[in-house]
């Protein structure tokens, strides 16, 4: 028998970086094969958010919600919602992307087959977010410019620092969405899981108001969020919010939160893989 060539007996870094463009090659165009849904997701967050600014100019003096900013240290309260929904856009990108991808190739009952392919499990998972990271950005990017000219949104601050600073909690994010898609192999329900979690994470963590107007008895578990700590240094950055703890302090959690979700989610996934394999039902949903 011939030996086969070293590239095809032995996968490489660069095979795992083809397969990964490959994934999201099909993903994005599956995505723009629908272009109404698609458009209609750019502009979902601006319809949800216009009855939020004239709500908000009601009940402010001067163009200044002075109630608003006694909680967060800024009056800008649009730009303080703006900012939370972008970033959770990115947070239910993992989300979604892991989780739901996952679900969807259960029930195509394409799964187990594609598990069959010589790349890792993790990196496929990775590979399934790349494309909603890329159409999150456009449509958040859309939806920035649109909110610029319809309400006059104008940001302010270190931009470069507020970037950097989202990249450990969306690092962490991968890690947790690891662990959520072994839940998914574990329960078999993606639906669920994914709109209770990501409701919970956008109430907790602040996406759409400070986080010290939630009752006494729930504000402890959002401080227990690493993705609290992310929105309020990106504000702080953008808009010189007044912040929850020094931001020092709050990257470094970031960071912490990083390198411990990613080491517990890839592990908590090998796990539960492992047993759905040895129970026979990773196929089944």
Do not use: C
Not at 82 to 90: A, E, P
Not at 103 to 121: I, S
Not at 184 to 191: E, F, S, Y
Not at 228 to 250: C, F, H, I, K, M
């Amino acid at each position: 028998m011939h030996a086969l060539p070293h590239s095809l007996s032995r996968p490489s870094w660069r095979s795992h970086l083809r397969a990964l463009w490959a994934i999201a090659v099909k993903d994005w165009f599956h995505f723009w094969r629908y272009p109404l849904q698609a458009i209609s997701w750019t502009f979902q967050p601006l319809v949800w958010l216009t009855p939020v600014y004239f709500m908000g100019q009601v009940f402010s003096t001067g163009g200044q919600a002075l109630g608003f900013a006694a909680f967060a240290g800024t009056g800008d309260y649009l730009a303080y919602i703006l900012i939370g929904t972008v970033l959770t856009n990115f947070v239910m990108a993992v989300f979604w992307g892991m989780g739901y991808a996952l679900k969807n190739d259960m029930d195509t009952g394409v799964l187990e087959a594609n598990w069959l392919l010589p790349v890792p499990r993790v990196l496929m998972l990775v590979g399934r977010t790349l494309t909603s990271l890329a159409t999150t950005a456009v449509t958040s990017a859309v939806m920035l410019v649109t909110a610029a000219l319809l309400f006059g949104f104008r940001p302010s601050g270190d931009a470069l620092a507020a970037f950097l600073t989202t990249l450990p909690m969306l690092l962490g994010l991968y890690g947790f969405g690891i662990a959520f898609a072994a839940l998914v192999l574990l329960m078999k329900d993606a639906n669920t899981l994914v709109d209770v979690s990501s409701f919970l994470v956008q109430i907790l963590s602040g996406t759409n108001f400070p986080v010290q107007a939630l009752p006494r008895w729930l504000f402890p578990l959002a401080l227990a969020l690493p993705v609290t700590y992310g929105l309020d240094a990106v504000r702080y950055y953008l808009l010189d919010s007044r912040p929850l703890l020094p931001v020092n302090w709050e990257i470094v959690l970031m960071l912490v939160f990083m390198v411990v979700m990613l080491a517990l989610g890839t592990r908590a996934f090998r796990g539960l893989e492992r047993r759905v394999r040895r129970t026979g039902s990773l196929g089944q949903h």
